[in-house]
């Protein structure tokens, strides 16, 4: 099985501009995270999609590749569609966000591993555990909830389940996906749908239309890069590791 790893990567950000570029121990984020990714033992390539030669540049430069995508896609899976159309020998494309600069090599290939198991399967993602009740309310951690075979329920920005009772676990959901190629690209070109513009989760439209998304379960702690003191924590990370 071929496996891509794609990282996409704007430029523009509200809340921190120029996001991909910001340092994180003397590299920018995206080469942080291109560097992780690469170390995953069952991928046979990486590349990252974004809009912006600055970014381009960079990730070259780090002696990495990027590919240079459409300005205009409305979502981060339109844009990993056009990836996937330019590699038509790849079989499993796993997206892995660049803002996540801490992301675990083992953990890409515990995703590509699951599709090993089950030729049938279309998509994939990760979960992990919350125990701190103020991450539990925030509603920009989704939640994920899944059956007993680990196969998605929902995903929700709300609290989920309802905590009426004690003692069932939270989790969240990190936006982390595996997809078989052809299975993306006929789930780029479906409709969106209600359940997923309620929730503006992209994931929605999957279970929406009946297919099912496999949820690996992480102990691993991840810290995205979406505010200045989020860069400043993960820069504090790197540097407590002599990065």
Known sequence: MKVLCV????????????????????????CRVY???????????????????????????????????????PTGTDRLAEVAAAFPDVD?????????????PGLID??????????ELKMATVKTEMTERAEIENPNNVKVVTDKNGYALYFSRSVMPYPRNEGCPVYKHIGIYAYKRD??????KMESTPLEQSESLEQLRALENGYRIKVVETK???????TAEDLAKVNEIYKSKGA
């Open 7 to 30: 990282i996409p990567a704007r430029y523009a950000s509200t809340r921190l501009p120029g996001k991909p570029l910001k340092d994180i121990a003397g590299k920018p984020m995206i």
């Open 35 to 73: 560097d992780r990714a690469i170390q995953a033992k069952k991928v046979s390539d990486t590349i990252v999609a974004t809009d912006d030669e600055r970014i381009v540049t960079a990730v070259e430069a780090n002696g990495g590749k990027a590919m240079m995508t459409r300005a205009d896609h």
């Open 92 to 104: 499993l494309i796993i997206n892995v966000q660049g803002d996540e600069p801490l992301i675990e």
């Open 110 to 119: 515990e995703l590509a591993a699951v599709f090993e198991m089950d030729s």
């Open 183 to 188: 299975f993306l690209l006929s789930y780029a």
């Open 220 to 226: 691993a702690k991840f810290v995205g890069v979406d």
